[in-house]
């Protein structure tokens, strides 16, 4: 079904239309915003609704047609018209501060996750009617052990990722903790290594799964044989050096393209800016190269949310930052236009309230 893109922060990325998108939803710190693109140039704000909460994220499950948000310190809600009314899909849940969703399909099956904070993960097979706690992530110590620098000093389970080519195998992604790995859908867990703890996010090239990225507090590490050994891409050196987002084109699988500050959060207090930025790589991560065209040189607020639509040839690509903008590139990431300005913040947490 197709149905406009998703913009957050911990939700789907990766979008495949008929034609360039005309909306769009954007997760806030104040609820789901639609935005609708009016010309070539000008987007407006169509909608808005879950008012009042945060939205770490947003995914449109495509068999349901349903869109799926998670909530910062609410719930999971559902809604059957595309973001315009929602109902709550939550029975069964014990953790309520919802941070990553996802889903995946298992021998024609659709299973949907859920990650939280604390770091809990959830699995739903009625399309979130009913949830059921997948307890064997904590056999693996740096799950229930996870901490994390800011209150309330607790990790959280920040991503969850598939193979495409084993439907049983699940990622989840523990900041601060590490990476974790299921072959058997999550009955048990092994603790992956060889790269910094602080794990953002794991994108997997579509057709072949063996390579896999890591986005962190250490810059962006790649492996080629399915985790065993690990080559680290950037460090805190690197002009991004805090990545968070990551998208690989589903089609052009070495264009590549990242988002993120240019030191770490704590330093965003003194500085009052993140010094975002956004990158492109075109030859699978090996370089890097920053994109300016249509930005500020120094982005003051933090890039924490971006998306790729994938139509008829070409892409439209979205980005979004804790100041309230959203811009977006409809050639490659040559030239930005900021599409949206005001919103409230598109935040991971509380990062918005680190840059003043």
């Known amino acids: 079904m197709d149905g406009p893109a998703c913009l957050s922060v911990c939700g789907a990325t990766t ?83 919802i941070y990553c969703l996802n889903f995946t399909e298992v021998e024609g099956e659709v299973k949907l996750y859920a990650g939280t904070e604390p770091a809990h993960l959830f699995e739903s097979d009625d399309l979130g009617e009913n949830w059921r706690e997948i307890f064997s992530l904590h056999t693996v110590p740096c799950a229930h052990k996870a901490t994390f620098p800011a209150p309330p000093f607790v ?14 195998r699940i990622y989840a992604s523990i900041e601060v903790g590490g990476l974790l ?3 058997d859908a999550g009955e048990t867990w ?30 962006i590490y790649r492996s080629r044989d399915q985790g065993a050994t690990w080559e680290h891409l950037t460090t805190r050196s690197s002009r991004i050096a805090y990545p ?5 084109h589903p089609l052009r699988e070495e264009l590549m393209f990242t988002a993120g500050a240019g030191n770490n959060p704590a ?19 090996r370089t890097w190269e920053v994109l300016q065209q249509g930005l500020a040189e120094r982005i003051k607020g933090n890039m924490e949310a971006m998306a790729i639509d994938v139509w008829n040839g070409s892409f439209s690509l979205f980005a979004a930052s804790t100041d309230g903008e959203v811009f977006l590139s409809e050639d490659e990431g040559e030239h930005w236009t900021k599409i949206v300005e005001g919103l409230p913040p598109i935040s991971k947490g509380g990062h918005y309230l680190n840059i003043r």
């Open 15 to 97: 979008f495949v239309s008929e034609s360039a998108p005309n909306e769009i939803l954007v997760g806030t710190v104040g609820g789901v915003f639609i935005l609708t693109r009016e010309d070539s140039t000008r987007w407006r704000v169509a909608h808005k609704s879950i008012e009042g909460c945060h939205i770490h994220a947003l995914l449109i499950e495509p068999s349901s047609g349903l869109t799926f948000a998670g909530a910062c310190k609410g719930s999971i809600y559902a809604s059957p018209d595309f973001g315009r009314t929602w109902e709550h899909r939550d029975r069964g849940l014990t953790q309520r501060d």
């Open 155 to 168: 990790g959280k389970l920040k991503d969850i990722a598939f193979d495409s080519q084993r439907p049983q």
């Open 181 to 183: 790995r299921s072959d």
């Open 190 to 219: 092994e603790q992956l290594k060889g790269f910094h703890p602080d794990v953002h996010r794991l994108v997997l090239r579509p057709s072949d799964p063996k390579w896999m990225y890591i986005t962190g507090g250490d810059g």
């Open 244 to 248: 968070d987002a990551l998208i690989i």
């Open 267 to 285: 330093a965003w207090v003194d500085a009052r800016s993140a010094d975002a930025g956004i990158a492109r790589s075109r030859d699978g991560g």
